[in-house]
């Protein structure tokens, strides 16, 4: 039944890249200069990819709609990077890093592909320090590691609380000396609305220049696709307020396979939810459960301030259910725990919806330079947003929507079901399964950009024999006035709601039906609801403004188009697995004790979704996975 | 030399220049500051100090040239950087403020937003005291035939010279006030070891050249001393062309010499009361 | 509480831009300053007139993309703040607040308070990287960093590239930028063998992107939401030095 082929190579599992690298094709150095790659974002996945191609010899062109490659949303990681390296003596190996990773991904992703990820990831955090990037020390000048969620040894790298920065500036910085060297040509303030294939294989954009407002069209040998994750479909979210599943939803419109979209992944630590007019929300890195603990009040009743409260009359619950891990389990776990307990009327906050993080005990033993010098930064924040000083009163906490594991399918290669689309980082669905583990996300966008893409896009160059084309195919002309068509309609349904209500309303459907919890009932009422939003929508939108021109409300419309298409997908998606695994919680299937219940017999398999028509339901496709290597059991952190 | 004209013409290398002329200027400010000091030892002190200075003809070129060149160079770079720096924000702000949370003094008084503006007026100043002083065109005759010293409190007595002279030093402080302490961070001098030593330097070394030269015109006014009265460079140079060396070190006995009679400006003044 | 605020308002680079004068009534304490924006743009949009351009993204203080001038201060009146993370509980009722973009030639007006940053890329283009192509790394622990220096490197190296310091200094100079980046390769191992031709390239860069030189006023340090320290302009000044007398290039 499954068109999907993954493309895994044979052979014992840790050595499969290895094999593969030695099997794919390759381009001979003076030949690179004769291709063209378009990269679409600048993020970890987008800018490391660009710059190594860059430095392979290739032409390469990279897009993004911020003002420059270096504000890409990987900037706001904070936590850190896991890695193999076992620099701390305890334990680690590159097995363990895989058997964490598809474990904390609830045994959903692909198990050779996570192999890979743990097999590089020693080879990025070299590749960093040589960049220049300053990851934290010991006083004897060696690399510290911290622990992060579900693992059980340190291996996680970091600089302070703001690793995505320093990791995005060190590919950045890359990319620039390929921008000097004239590698790369780096177009910034540029959105990319479609996508254009010729003869079955991708082979150029159409980007609209957010300035002038006028729309480009690029051609290339092989489009890499590194625009991130779709977390902005709930409208409240810890993405940049720009993320957008745009690019990736016309990819799929034009062929590509969306996989595993009801993947969302719900952060436990962001900052609660303050107002309506809240545009955002903020998250506070995980590696604060490093030191943090999470509680409640014991009694619903009790309306005392958090400091008032004896240690008696608190519930530690994390450390209470979950006795091994403590307050160090997986995103997933730690996030319906909180919504359980604030579900149960135990929430903290005006609303009812916050639970505690305290570091008291933590100040007490390690003082507060020592809190201060790991978290500094974050605690300067919540300060900033909430006005409380959390070296003295808990923090309030509430998970938010935070990261998607689902994307566009793309086999071993990263190849996409459109020959010469390539899909990296988050945008993809390959590594983290039904959950991504804390400080996973950089690991595999570097991991992709780095050391996967350079050696698969070579391959795809050098089997197949690509015509030559210009921007005057026919190809380019259809697609760009299908794009203008759409912008002249935004502008000219002139109606009363501006883009922003219509993304509100979208994200309260998202997060109350298809949110931590999901049930039937309320996913098909959540599919009835956007289609309504969405026929409301394209009767009533108003966009100000002319098309000719920077125009920020006409950008927003066409992404929350995009979301208002893509929402119905994952609610389909998320009625169709009849399971709960990781960030996917059915209500319907779970334990008595509310943990989430796996139904390995009928969903250990991805599934890829394809686009029929916008009046026509998609046809969900089916990848099995195949565990030869990891025995399927209950995830359990007890 | 490609290489030295690109440093130079960078906004850094002109930064650098500026500050190692200034550096030098000051050198030269502590150098003349010292030398007039000796005022207050008493006359004859100052004035063999002065004739003795002069005598220096060669070393007195060199160092009137070098001095010519710094303040050139200090002075052109100061107009240049300046149009530069107004050349990069054409349109300015409606409103600034400053963010600097521990400013002691308000920005609006701020010495570094004025560096241009009291430069110049040390210049005139500068322009000023070379006419009385070297040129002797302010007041060539009463000044004629005058020693060191009697020229000195005669120029400082007039009222015009006494307010410009305080105004040019005060000025200079303020402008010395930043441009020390900026001098260090041009040149990269910082440590954190040094850097309260390095803030307070810029300050103190400031009020010392201030209140040090402001101190000669007051000085002038306050002391009972009839510059008239004393003897004209000639004798005094026959009187120096018969001392020996060792009378020049050891001033205090020409010191004696000196009358002290109710002659003076501010003597003459109390009289009239 | 009821806010006036006066906005610049520019449609493109070409066109002059004036001040517009808005009422706003009821402003929570506990919005943050783009929050408020989006409250007026709301309320422009149902007038059918243009919302104000503002460049912002992750709106937590990290991708260094919002840049506004508030009452004359860069990113406000919080120190260590971006105009992301400003919350108006720091306004009081009736209060008047200027709004207007980051001014430097080196900066065009795009529209609004929207401002062309791509002067910064360039001067990083110069030399602001190690040449170190991918793959071929030694083992990360093989180089051994005094953690004085790389907390320094840190400090340097957590630069957001927002401008505030350009739009703070009066003679809008970019030296406070370009001295974090320099200063962080200046100070780890990795920067060492480029480290005399990146400064000098970088600052020949910054030069011809047409900002002012340095007056050391420090209003630079006081506006950097990032905290970047002046010492890193001593810094730089250094390694220029250093290198105008000692690059074997010429």
Redesign the interface.
């Known amino acids: 039944m499954s068109l999907l082929q993954s493309n895994v190579p044979e052979g014992p599992i840790a050595e499969k890249w290895t094999r593969h690298k030695n099997e794919l094709k390759l381009v001979a150095p003076n030949n690179k200069r004769k291709y063209e790659i378009l990269v679409i974002g600048t993020g970890l996945a987008g800018a490391s990819a660009a710059a190594s191609l860059g430095e392979l010899g290739y032409n390469v062109k990279t897009f993004c709609y911020q003002d420059s490659a270096r504000r890409a949303h990987s900037i706001a990681a904070q936590g850190g990077i896991n890695a193999a390296k076992n620099y701390p003596n305890d334990g680690d190996s590159v097995w363990r890093l895989f058997y964490d990773t598809v474990k904390g991904g609830d045994y959903r992703s692909r198990e050779a592909n996570v192999y890979r990820l743990a097999e590089v990831s020693a080879n990025i955090i070299d590749q960093c320090v040589a960049q220049g990037v300053p990851f934290a020390r010991e006083y004897g000048g060696l690399l510290a590691n911290r622990t992060f969620g579900g693992a059980q040894v340190s291996r996680t790298f970091y600089a302070r609380g703001q690793t995505g920065q320093q990791l995005l500036l060190g590919a950045y910085s890359a990319l620039m000396r390929q921008v000097n060297k004239g590698k790369v040509q780096n177009f910034a303030r540029r959105e990319m609305l479609d996508l254009v294939n010729i003869d079955g294989n991708a082979r150029g954009v159409i980007v609209r220049n957010m300035v002038s407002g006028k729309l480009e069209r690029y051609v290339g040998d092989a489009v890499l696709l590194c625009t991130g994750g779709y977390g902005n479909a709930y409208y409240l979210s810890t993405n940049a307020m720009g993320c957008n599943v745009t690019a990736a939803w016309r990819c799929y419109k034009r062929g590509a396979y969306y996989a595993n979209p009801c993947y969302t992944q719900i952060h436990p630590t962001c900052i609660p939810v303050s107002g309506d007019y809240q545009s955002k929300l903020t998250l506070m890195s995980e590696s604060l459960r490093n030191d943090g603990r999470v509680w409640v009040p014991k009694d619903v009743n009790d309306k005392r301030s958090p400091e008032q409260i004896p240690e008696a009359d608190r519930d530690y619950y994390l450390e209470r259910r979950y006795p091994a891990f403590g307050n160090m389990v997986p995103r997933d776990v730690a996030s319906r725990a909180a919504k359980e307990r604030c579900d149960e009327g135990y929430g903290v906050n005006e609303s009812g919806r916050a639970v505690y993080l305290d570091f008291k005990r933590a100040i007490a033993e390690q003082g507060q330079k020592a809190i201060e010098a790991k978290y500094g930064n974050l605690f300067h924040m919540y300060r900033k947003i909430t006005n409380e000083n959390p070296y003295e009163v808990p923090m309030k906490i509430y998970p938010a929507v935070h990261y998607t594991m689902g994307g566009l399918w793309v086999d071993y290669n990263l190849q996409s079901t459109i020959p010469g689309l390539y899909v990296l980082g988050e945008a993809n669905f390959s590594d983290h399964g039904a959950n991504r583990l804390g400080a996973s996300a950089l690991m595999q966008g570097l991991a992709d950009g780095y050391f996967v893409a350079p050696y698969t896009v070579g391959h795809h160059l050098a089997s197949n024999k690509l015509e030559k084309v210009d921007t005057n195919n026919p190809a380019f002309e259809q697609v760009e006035s299908e794009v203008q068509g759409r912008i002249d309609k935004f502008l000219s349904i002139k109606g009363s709601r501006s883009v922003d209500s219509f993304h509100r309303e979208l994200g309260l459907v998202m997060w109350d039906n298809c949110g931590m919890a999901r049930n039937a009932a309320g996913l098909h009422e959540a599919i009835e609801k956007i289609q309504g939003i969405r026929w409301e929508f394209w009767q009533n939108v108003r966009v100000t403004g002319s098309g000719h021109q920077l125009n920020m409300e006409l950008e927003k419309a066409g992404r929350v188009a995009d979301f208002l298409e893509f929402g119905e997908l994952l609610a389909r998606d998320a009625l169709a697995r009849e399971e709960s695994c990781g960030g996917h919680f059915r209500e319907e299937h779970q334990t008595p004790e509310n943990e989430a219940r796996r139904d390995d017999e009928n969903f250990a398999h991805v599934a890829a979704w394809e686009y029929q028509g916008d009046d026509a339901t998609p046809i969900r496709h089916q990848e099995e996975l195949n565990f030869e290597n990891v025995k399927l059991t209950q995830r359990s952190y007890k | 030399m490609?290489?030295v004209t690109?440093?130079i013409k960078?906004?850094?290398?002109?930064?650098?220049l500026m500050a190692c002329t200034g550096f030098l200027l000051c050198g030269f400010l502590v150098m003349h500051l010292i030398g007039n000091l000796l005022m207050y030892v008493g006359p004859d002190v100052y004035n063999n100090y002065a004739h003795t200075l002069h005598s220096q003809e060669m070393l007195i070129k060199v160092a009137e040239f070098g001095l010519l060149i710094l303040f050139a160079i200090h002075i052109w770079l100061g107009f240049e950087?300046n149009l530069?720096?107004r050349?990069?924000?054409?349109?300015?702000?409606?409103?600034?403020?400053?963010?600097?949370?521990e400013r002691k003094i308000p920005y609006f008084l701020?010495p570094?937003?004025y560096?241009l503006f009291t430069g110049v007026i040390v210049f005139i100043f500068l322009l000023i005291h070379l006419g009385d002083f070297t040129f002797n065109i302010t007041m060539p005759d009463k000044l004629k035939g005058r020693e060191p010293y009697d020229k000195a409190i005669i120029i400082m007595r007039t009222p015009l010279s006494t307010i410009s002279y305080i105004i040019g030093v005060l000025l200079l402080g303020w402008h010395l006030s930043?441009g020390v302490?900026?001098m260090?961070?041009?040149?990269?001098?910082?440590h954190p070891k040094y850097d309260p030593m390095i803030r307070a330097i810029g300050p103190v070394f400031a009020v010392i050249i201030a209140v040090g030269f402001a101190s000669f015109p007051i000085y002038a006014w306050l002391i009972p001393y009839d510059p008239y009265a004393a003897p004209g460079v000639e004798e005094h140079q026959e009187k120096s062309h018969s001392l020996t060396h060792s009378d020049l070190i050891a001033p205090l006995c020409s010191h004696e010499k000196t009358t002290f009679e109710p002659h003076s400006a501010w003597a003459t003044s109390l009289n009239r009361v | 509480m009821k806010l006036t605020l006066?906005i610049w308002r520019q449609s493109n680079k070409e066109t002059k831009g004036e001040?517009k004068t808005y009422e706003l009534p009821d402003v929570s304490e506990h919005m943050s300053f783009l929050e408020m924006l989006d409250v007026l743009n709301e309320k422009l949009i149902s007038q059918n007139e243009e919302p104000v351009a503002f460049d912002h993204d992750c709106r937590e203080g990290i991708c260094g993309s919002c840049s506004m001038?508030i009452?004359?201060?860069?990113h406000g009146?919080d120190?260590k703040t971006t105009a992301c993370q400003l919350h108006m509980r720091k306004f009081k009722d009736g209060d008047d607040v200027?709004i207007?973009p980051w001014?430097?030639?080196?900066f065009p007006v795009l529209k609004d308070l929207v401002v062309d940053r791509s002067a910064f890329d360039r001067i990083m283009q110069a030399g602001a990287f190690v040449s170190v192509n991918t793959g071929n790394a030694p083992d990360a622990n093989s180089t051994i960093v005094p953690k004085m220096n790389a907390d320094l490197a840190f400090d340097a190296a957590t630069c957001i590239g927002c401008g505030a310091c350009v739009a703070?200094c009066?003679?809008?100079?970019a030296?406070l930028f370009v001295s974090a980046k320099v200063s962080q390769y200046a100070l780890l191992p990795q920067g060492d063998p480029e480290r005399k031709t990146r400064v000098l390239r970088m600052?020949?860069q910054?030069?011809k992107e047409?900002?002012?030189?340095?007056?050391?006023?420090?209003?630079c340090?006081?506006?950097c939401p990032a905290g970047i320290s002046?010492?890193n302009?001593?810094?730089?000044?250094?390694?220029?030095?250093k290198a105008?007398l000692t690059?074997r290039e010429?």
């Not at chain 2, 050349?87 to 949370?101: D, G, H, M, N, Q």
């Open positions: 490609a290489w690109d440093a960078s906004s850094i290398g002109k930064k650098f950087t530069e720096n050349e990069s924000r054409k349109t300015r702000y409606a409103v600034k403020k400053s963010k600097i949370p701020s570094e937003n560096m930043h302490t900026s260090f961070q041009t040149l990269g001098l910082k | 006066h001040f001038m009452n004359g201060q860069a009146p120190l200027w207007e001014r430097a030639d080196a703070a009066k003679n809008a100079s030296m600052v020949a910054m030069d047409g900002f002012g030189g340095c007056s050391n006023t420090n209003e340090e006081a506006a002046v010492n302009i001593a810094r730089l000044n250094r390694e220029y030095f105008t690059s010429s």
